[in-house]
Protein backbone atom coordinates (compact mmCIF):
# COMPACT_ATOMS: atom_id res chain seq x y z
CA UNK A 1 0.00 0.00 0.00
CA UNK A 2 2.69 2.34 0.83
CA UNK A 3 3.69 2.08 -2.20
CA UNK A 4 1.27 3.02 -4.35
CA UNK A 5 1.17 5.91 -2.18
CA UNK A 6 5.39 7.03 -2.43
CA UNK A 7 6.69 4.22 -4.93
CA UNK A 8 8.25 4.62 -8.22
CA UNK A 9 5.29 6.15 -10.63
CA UNK A 10 3.29 8.25 -8.13
CA UNK A 11 2.68 11.73 -8.07
CA UNK A 12 4.08 12.43 -5.21
CA UNK A 13 7.68 10.78 -6.44
CA UNK A 14 7.04 12.40 -10.06
CA UNK A 15 7.20 15.73 -7.88
CA UNK A 16 9.98 14.83 -5.91
CA UNK A 17 11.90 14.21 -8.86
CA UNK A 18 11.04 17.46 -10.59
CA UNK A 19 11.87 18.94 -6.76
CA UNK A 20 15.60 17.39 -7.32
CA UNK A 21 15.85 18.43 -11.07
CA UNK A 22 14.75 21.89 -10.69
CA UNK A 23 17.09 22.09 -7.56
CA UNK A 24 19.64 20.82 -9.97
CA UNK A 25 19.36 23.29 -12.94
CA UNK A 26 19.04 26.14 -10.34
CA UNK A 27 22.47 25.37 -9.21
CA UNK A 28 24.04 24.73 -12.64
CA UNK A 29 22.84 28.48 -13.66
CA UNK A 30 23.32 29.93 -10.67
CA UNK A 31 27.15 28.58 -10.95
CA UNK A 32 27.49 30.07 -14.51
CA UNK A 33 26.14 33.18 -13.21
CA UNK A 34 28.59 33.40 -10.46
CA UNK A 35 31.27 32.13 -12.83
CA UNK A 36 30.50 34.81 -15.65
CA UNK A 37 29.73 38.10 -12.69
CA UNK A 38 33.37 36.68 -11.66
CA UNK A 39 34.95 36.96 -14.46
CA UNK A 40 33.62 40.27 -15.49
CA UNK A 41 35.32 41.62 -12.27
CA UNK A 42 38.67 43.87 -12.96
CA UNK A 43 40.88 46.37 -11.72
CA UNK A 44 41.78 47.47 -14.99
CA UNK A 45 38.64 48.72 -16.42
CA UNK A 46 40.18 50.27 -19.45
CA UNK A 47 42.70 47.38 -20.67
CA UNK A 48 39.43 44.77 -20.01
CA UNK A 49 37.14 46.89 -21.65
CA UNK A 50 39.48 46.18 -24.65
CA UNK A 51 40.28 42.89 -24.40
CA UNK A 52 36.60 41.98 -24.24
CA UNK A 53 35.07 44.81 -26.31
CA UNK A 54 33.52 42.22 -28.84
CA UNK A 55 32.83 39.33 -26.37
CA UNK A 56 30.88 41.60 -24.09
CA UNK A 57 27.70 41.57 -25.90
CA UNK A 58 27.65 38.03 -26.20
CA UNK A 59 28.29 37.74 -22.41
CA UNK A 60 25.98 39.90 -21.48
CA UNK A 61 23.27 38.13 -23.81
CA UNK A 62 24.42 34.67 -21.72
CA UNK A 63 23.95 36.48 -18.59
CA UNK A 64 20.24 37.66 -19.65
CA UNK A 65 19.77 34.49 -20.70
CA UNK A 66 20.86 32.74 -17.89
CA UNK A 67 19.10 35.07 -14.99
CA UNK A 68 16.00 34.52 -17.02
CA UNK A 69 16.38 30.90 -16.84
CA UNK A 70 17.05 31.25 -12.82
CA UNK A 71 14.05 33.05 -13.00
CA UNK A 72 12.19 30.47 -14.91
CA UNK A 73 13.68 27.31 -12.40
CA UNK A 74 13.04 29.25 -9.66
CA UNK A 75 8.96 29.44 -10.24
CA UNK A 76 9.24 25.87 -10.81
CA UNK A 77 10.36 24.97 -7.85
CA UNK A 78 8.40 26.96 -5.65
CA UNK A 79 5.28 25.09 -8.11
CA UNK A 80 6.52 21.89 -7.56
CA UNK A 81 7.13 22.00 -4.00
CA UNK A 82 3.25 23.60 -3.15
CA UNK A 83 1.86 20.43 -5.66
CA UNK A 84 4.03 18.14 -3.35
CA UNK A 85 2.68 19.83 -0.27
CA UNK A 86 -0.74 19.50 -1.26
CA UNK A 87 -0.21 16.28 -1.70
CA UNK A 88 1.30 15.56 1.19
CA UNK A 89 -1.88 17.07 2.82
CA UNK A 90 -4.33 15.34 1.18
CA UNK A 91 -2.35 12.10 2.34
CA UNK A 92 -2.49 13.45 6.16
CA UNK A 93 -6.44 14.55 5.61
CA UNK A 94 -6.88 11.03 4.44
CA UNK A 95 -4.89 9.36 6.97
CA UNK A 96 -6.99 11.43 9.47
CA UNK A 97 -10.23 11.00 8.38
CA UNK A 98 -10.11 6.80 8.17
CA UNK A 99 -8.91 6.88 11.90
Known amino acids: MLRSLFGTG ?4 MLRGGLEETS ?3 RAIAQRVAGAL ?3 TSTDFASALQAKAGQAKLNEVDLERDMASLADTQIRYEADAKLLQGAYARLRAAMKANG
Open 24 to 26: ATH
Open 38 to 40: GAS
Open 10 to 13: TVTD
